[in-house]
T-cell receptor, first 112, second 110 residues
Framework: DGGITQSPKYLFRKEGQNVTLSCEQN?????MYWYRQDPGQGLRLIYY???????QKGDIAEGYSVSREKKESFPLTVTSAQKNPTAFYLC???????????FGSGTRLTVV | EDKVVQSPLSLVVHEGDTVTLNCSYE??????LLWYKQEKKAPTFLFML????IEKKSGRLSSILDKKELFSILNITATQTGDSAIYLC??????????FGAGTILRVKS
């Protein structure tokens, strides 16, 4: 079945550590996105990529980094520079930037 | 600046009630408006609206778009506890990424 897989589902990190969240899709979608969702809030865009080897900052990119070396994969690294990293992170993909998104099941990151 | 505003931010109803969720937008190069339902994890697609005045229906859910007044509503009739979720509205622009609203948290009490 085609879809998006995010891993891990839950992640705990100590302050000062970098952590990488995985996002893999087998939908052959060109565009991929990372969103952050805080309790009671909507989705805020961190980074997005419309094509392999290219990506753009979203609205809250500070403290995050991404890579897009393969069409199927768009990993997100939460660095120690991110001051409030505890959140729910959603990855999405779409055939093209202006089409509806397919979402992964998310990763809940907790900094302890 | 492009923006999507949803109201109310949260809502508590009893089973069997009818609810109306609102989404207004101000975006350049509008292409379509989308509704998603998010229960625990991944948002799931409900509707995509591109034309004014044409109601889309799926069971007890329906939605309509008004491109003149720049808003959309999502109606849920005969609500059930399984309708409890966050409902997200998003607008797609020509050749650009979606812009999401903050969401409406709906809780249906039995």
């Amino acid at each position: 079945d085609g879809g998006i897989t995010q891993s891990p589902k839950y992640l705990f990190r100590k302050e000062g550590q970098n952590v990488t969240l995985s996002c893999e899709q087998n939908l052959n979608h060109d565009a991929m996105y990372w969103y952050r969702q805080d309790p009671g809030q909507g989705l805020r865009l961190i980074y997005y990529s419309q094509i392999v080897n290219d990506f753009q900052k979203g609205d809250i990119a500070e403290g995050y980094s991404v890579s897009r070396e393969k069409k199927e994969s768009f990993p997100l690294t939460v660095t120690s520079a991110q001051k409030n990293p505890t959140a729910f992170y959603l990855c999405a993909s779409s055939v093209a930037p202006n089409y509806g998104y397919t979402f992964g099941s998310g990763t809940r990151l907790t900094v302890v | 600046e492009d923006k999507v505003v949803q109201s109310p931010l949260s809502l508590v109803v009893h089973e069997g009630d009818t609810v109306t969720l609102n989404c207004s937008y101000e975006v350049t190069n509008f292409r379509s408006l989308l509704w998603y339902k998010q229960e625990k994890k991944a948002p799931t697609f409900l509707f995509m609206l591109t034309s004014s005045g044409i109601e889309k229906k799926s069971g007890r859910l329906s939605s309509i778009l008004d491109k003149k007044e720049l808003f959309s509503i999502l109606n849920i009739t005969a609500t059930q506890t399984g309708d409890s979720a966050i409902y997200l509205c998003a607008v797609s622009r020509l050749s650009d990424k979606l812009v999401f609203g903050a969401g409406t948290i709906l809780r249906v009490k039995s």
